[in-house]
């Protein structure tokens, strides 16, 4: 399970030696990740559609659109935690293709009545639950913190090329370990199962 004191750990070690015993310790590097953590967190959520801060909203409040030139008849606001869509639809269902929307600032703009989203959220259940985080995303949060922390910590200006290069891996390595398990969850069944199920659903009508 992941923690901010293994993280802020993980970061300082790609940086040189450090004694963090705490996230409380009074000591410069742990205000330094402080202040870089918040943005951190927000950057590595907008970087993939994670399992993890996937949260599911109906969206059935509307409301005259704000900006009139969009075309569109009503304007749903997004969530107070959202980060970035996974998917939306105008069926509970999430069946067909629905793409007759427009994303500006604040709102979704549609002509339809009623709207669902699959979003990364970053609220403190979803995308900022530690215990949630896949130890994947985890580790590759540790070098951008280093990444960006680097300087006012360790004073080299020679590891931060390094620092993001070891986070551009493990993130692409986060991400598609985070894609492998999309797919087991919603694998769909194969030839085999689906011509079973015709043939049992047939002698049961």
């Known amino acids: 399970m992941a923690s901010r004191l293994n993280i802020y750990r993980g970061a300082l070690r790609l940086l040189g030696p450090s004694q963090l ?13 402080d202040d870089a953590w918040d943005d951190a967190v ?3 959520l907008e970087q993939g559609l994670w ?11 509307t409301a005259t659109p704000t900006n009139p030139d969009t075309g569109y008849d009503y304007a749903f606001s997004k969530p107070t935690d959202f980060v970035r869509i996974a998917a939306i639809s105008d069926n509970a269902t999430f069946s067909g293709t629905f793409e ?30 530690l215990t949630k985080w896949p130890q994947s995303f985890a580790k590759a949060l540790e070098p951008y913190l280093a990444f960006e922390t680097g300087l006012p910590i360790s004073g080299d ?17 986060a ?5 492998i398990d999309e797919r087991v969850k919603w694998k769909k069944p194969g030839r085999w199962t689906q011509a079973r199920t015709t043939q049992r659903n047939t002698k049961d009508g």
């Not at 399992?51 to 409040?61: D, S």
């Not at 200006?157 to 390595?173: S, V």
């Open 175 to 179: 991400k598609t370990l985070d894609a």
């Open 100 to 129: 007759a929307y427009d994303v500006q600032q604040s709102y979704i703009y549609t002509n339809a009545t009623e709207l669902y989203l699959r979003y990364v959220s970053n609220d403190a259940s979803y995308g900022l639950d």
């Open 21 to 33: 015993a705490a996230t409380t310790d009074d000591r410069p590097e742990r205000y330094a990740l």
């Open 51 to 61: 399992n993890f801060a996937i949260r599911f909203e109906p969206l059935t409040t």
């Open 157 to 173: 200006r020679g590891n931060r090329n390094d620092m993001l290069g070891l986070f551009k891996e493990r993130l692409a390595r």
């Open 42 to 44: 927000q950057f590595m």
